[in-house]
Nanobody, 125 residues
Framework: QVQLVESGGGLAQAGGSLRLSCAVSGRTFSYYAMGWFRQAPGREREFVAAISRSGDSTSYADSVKGRFTISRDDAKNTAYLQMNSLRPDDTAVYYC??????????????????WGQGTQVTVSS
């Protein structure tokens, strides 16, 4: 059974930074492409960032490009999302996902096989 546990969310001021972590257990972490999605109240879950199994390829939503950075540490079985220059419209519950079959970056929600429980990020103006 694969488990994903997000952490690092909280309250930040506009212009500030947070780093989210996604710890994966139950299977070999390096087998999975990883991604971050977010869901604001009343909205659908949307793609934020993704990283390939090897870590060589990344993809970002236009709304976060240049501000967020996704990374992975296979030795720690953990994926990260560094969020800088935060804005109030970044407020959402952030979820990490693991894709066991993708060989590149995975940007479509339905392609992810496992999800964490989510962590709240709130950005005040």
């Amino acid at each position: 059974q694969v488990q994903l546990v997000e952490s690092g969310g909280g309250l930040a001021q506009a212009g500030g930074s947070l780093r989210l972590s996604c710890a994966v257990s139950g299977r070999t972490f390096s087998y999975y492409a990883m991604g971050w999605f977010r869901q604001a109240p009343g909205r659908e879950r949307e793609f934020v960032a993704a990283i390939s199994r090897s870590g060589d390829s990344t993809s970002y939503a236009d709304s976060v490009k240049g501000r967020f950075t996704i990374s992975r540490d296979d030795a720690k079985n953990t994926a990260y999302l560094q969020m800088n220059s935060l804005r109030p419209d970044d407020t959402a519950v952030y979820y990490c996902g693991a894709d066991r079959t993708g060989t590149g970056v995975t940007t479509r929600r339905y392609e992810y096989d496992y999800w964490g429980q989510g962590t709240q990020v709130t950005v005040s103006s």
